[in-house]
């Protein structure tokens, strides 16, 4: 089982970038597709990003595309969140997970086990 460790928010202006970062362990990381998800609070969950195993094709939300980018660095077992041009309505916990699937089964899927996330806020 691999597990999840995510990094990099902070508090950041309107307009203003992040880039997150989530650490894996284990040693089928390579095999996962992965993707970033989001809590802002009193809602649920929802879908940012993903990308399948190689890094060769990535998939986004309507909300973010254009402004964050996915990748990976499968030698260092980590997936990146590159977030450009924020905005307000971006703030919340941002968490990873992932599974041995094509990538446009990383959103719907039910995953047991979440990683703490990280928080970011946009400021206006």
């Known amino acids: 089982q691999v597990q999840l460790v995510e990094s990099g928010g902070g508090l950041v202006q309107a307009g203003g970038s992040l880039r997150l970062s989530c650490a894996a362990s284990?040693?089928?990381?390579?095999?996962?597709?992965m993707g970033w998800f989001r809590q802002a609070p009193g809602k649920e969950r929802e879908f940012v990003a993903a990308?399948?195993?190689?890094?060769?094709?990535?998939y986004y939300a309507d909300s973010v595309k254009g402004r964050f980018t996915i990748s990976r660095d499968n030698a260092k077992n980590t997936v990146y969140l590159q977030m450009n041009s924020l905005k307000p309505e971006d703030t919340a916990v941002y968490y990873c997970?992932?599974?041995?699937?094509?990538?446009?089964?990383?959103?719907?899927?039910?995953?047991?086990?979440w990683g703490q996330g990280t928080q970011v806020t946009v400021s206006s």
């Open positions: 990308i399948n195993w190689n890094g060769g094709i990535t």
């Open positions: 284990g040693r089928t990381f390579s095999g996962y597709a």
């Open positions: 997970n992932g599974r041995i699937a094509a990538v446009q089964a990383i959103p719907g899927f039910s995953y047991a086990y």
